[in-house]
C-alpha cells in the first residue's frame, strides 16, 4: 500500500469513528420545577446562563407579564440574545363540561399566539391531571373529546408554523395517547414526553418512549422510585438518577429513536409522598384500565419489583390539593433548587447530556 493509500485510509477510519461518536443533545430546565421561587421569566432565563444549560422550558410561568402580548416578544429576544433554546405553551385543553368547550378552546388559540411569539415550536398542553379527573366516564369518549379540541385549533397551529405537544401525563397510557395523535393529526400534533407520568398510569416510561419515540417533540426527563407495597405498587418522584428507572439505558434508546432537534429538560418534581396505586382492586381495573395491556403491565412490575421506598432526606409538604404550610415553604424552596442541580449534575457526568457544559 502506497502511503497516500494509507494516509487515505486512515482518514476515513477517523472520519467513521467521528461519526459513530454519539453527540451531545442539548438541555434545560423545566420553570415548573422551581415554582416555589416565584421568579420571574427574565430570572428563569439568568438561572439558565449561570448554569450554563442551552435551553429553557418556561412552563406555567408566574412572570406578572406573562399574559402580556408585548411580554411576549420581549421574552424571544431575550432568549435570542442569550443563545437559549425556549419552548413552552398552556395547561389542560379538555373541557371538564360541554360548556367549557369554547372556553377551552379559546384558552388553546391564545396559547398558540404566546407561544408563536416567544419563538417557541411547540404548544404545550395535556389533557387531565389525573386519569380520574378525565370528565367522561368512557376512556374512548374522552379520547375522542380530545381529538375534537385539537381539530378545532389546526388551522390557527398550522398558520403559526408550530406543533401542539400533548404532555404525557397521569391520564392516558402511550398506545392511547399515541392513538390521539394520530386520529387528531401528526401534522400538528405530538407528544411532550415526561418520563415521571407513565409510572402514575402502571406504565414502565421505557415503554412510553418506545410507543411514542416517532411522536415525540421535546423530551423531559424526571425520575421515580417504584416498589410493592402491602396496598399495591407506591410511585414517587425522587431527583434524576436517583430513583428505580434506569436513565441510561433510557438516553441510550432516545438516541436511537428520537428525532434530531428534540431538546431534553431536567424536570424533578420532589417534596411529594408515596402515591399508592391499587393494583389489587378489581373495581380499580375496571374503572379506569378495562383494555390495559398484560405485557406492558409486566414490564411495570419488573419495574417494581426491583424498586425500594427513598431513603434520603426530603421534605415532604408539596401535597396536591392542600396549601404548603408557611413554616416548610423556606425548606421546599431551598429543595427545588438544590434538586434541580443535583438532577442537572448527573445529567451532565452520567448521561453525558449538554453543549455548553
Given amino acids: 500500500m502506497q502511503r497516500r493509500d494509507f494516509i487515505g485510509c486512515l482518514g476515513g477510519a477517523v472520519a467513521f469513528a467521528q461519526a459513530a461518536m454519539p453527540t451531545r443533545i442539548p438541555i434545560g430546565y423545566n420553570t415548573y420545577c422551581l415554582r416555589g421561587l416565584k421568579m420571574t421569566d427574565r430570572q428563569h432565563m439568568d438561572q439558565a446562563?449561570?448554569?450554563?444549560?442551552?435551553?429553557?422550558?418556561?412552563?406555567?410561568?408566574?412572570?406578572?407579564?406573562?399574559?402580556?402580548?408585548?411580554?411576549?416578544?420581549?421574552?424571544?429576544?431575550?432568549?435570542?440574545?442569550?443563545?437559549?433554546?425556549?419552548?413552552?405553551?398552556?395547561?389542560?385543553?379538555?373541557?371538564?363540561?360541554?360548556?367549557?368547550?369554547?372556553?377551552?378552546?379559546?384558552?388553546?388559540?391564545?396559547?398558540?399566539?404566546?407561544?408563536?411569539?416567544?419563538?417557541?415550536?411547540?404548544?404545550?398542553?395535556?389533557?387531565?391531571?389525573?386519569?380520574?379527573?378525565?370528565?367522561?366516564?368512557?376512556?374512548?369518549?374522552?379520547?375522542?373529546?380530545?381529538?375534537?379540541?385539537?381539530?378545532?385549533?389546526?388551522?390557527?397551529?398550522?398558520?403559526?408554523?408550530?406543533?401542539?405537544?400533548?404532555?404525557?401525563h397521569k391520564d392516558f397510557q402511550a398506545w392511547e395517547h399515541k392513538a390521539i395523535i394520530e386520529m387528531a393529526g401528526k401534522d400538528f400534533v405530538g407528544t411532550y414526553l415526561d418520563t415521571g407520568n407513565p409510572v402514575f398510569t402502571i406504565e414502565d416510561p421505557m415503554v412510553t418512549l418506545e410507543t411514542l419515540a416517532p411522536h415525540v417533540l421535546t423530551f423531559h426527563l424526571r425520575d421515580s422510585v417504584v416498589y410493592n407495597h402491602p396496598d399495591g405498587i407506591a410511585v414517587q418522584w425522587v431527583p434524576l438518577g436517583e430513583g428505580t428507572v434506569d436513565f441510561k439505558a433510557i438516553i441510550a434508546r432516545a438516541r436511537q429513536l428520537l428525532n434530531p432537534g428534540v431538546h431534553i429538560y431536567i424536570k424533578p418534581i420532589t417534596g411529594r409522598p408515596p402515591a399508592i396505586l391499587p393494583v389489587y382492586d378489581d373495581a380499580w381495573w375496571a374503572k379506569y384500565y378495562p383494555k390495559a395491556r398484560a405485557q406492558e403491565y409486566a414490564r411495570f412490575l419488573a419495574l417494581a419489583k426491583r424498586g425500594r421506598p427513598y431513603e434520603k432526606p426530603v421534605v415532604q409538604e408539596d401535597v396536591t390539593g392542600r396549601p404548603t404550610p408557611p413554616a416548610y415553604q423556606a425548606a421546599l424552596n431551598y429543595q427545588q433548587k438544590e434538586h434541580m442541580e443535583r438532577s442537572i449534575n448527573y445529567a451532565r457526568q452520567e448521561l453525558k447530556l449538554g453543549v455548553r457544559s
Avoid at 371538564?96 to 388559540?109: I, Y
Avoid at 387531565?128 to 373529546?145: K, V
Fill in 49 to 168: 446562563m449561570a448554569w450554563k444549560l442551552d435551553a429553557l422550558f418556561l412552563q406555567d410561568s408566574l412572570d406578572p407579564a406573562t399574559n402580556d402580548p408585548a411580554h411576549w416578544v420581549e421574552v424571544k429576544g431575550w432568549a435570542q440574545e442569550l443563545g437559549l433554546h425556549l419552548e413552552t405553551g398552556g395547561a389542560s385543553i379538555l373541557p371538564k363540561t360541554p360548556a367549557q368547550f369554547d372556553t377551552v378552546v379559546a384558552a388553546l388559540r391564545k396559547n398558540i399566539a404566546r407561544a408563536k411569539a416567544c419563538g417557541s415550536p411547540i404548544v404545550r398542553s395535556l389533557f387531565a391531571g389525573f386519569r380520574s379527573e378525565l370528565p367522561l366516564p368512557d376512556i374512548e369518549a374522552n379520547m375522542e373529546l380530545g381529538v375534537k379540541v385539537l381539530k378545532s385549533v389546526r388551522n390557527e397551529v398550522l398558520d403559526a408554523g408550530v406543533k401542539i405537544a400533548i404532555e404525557v
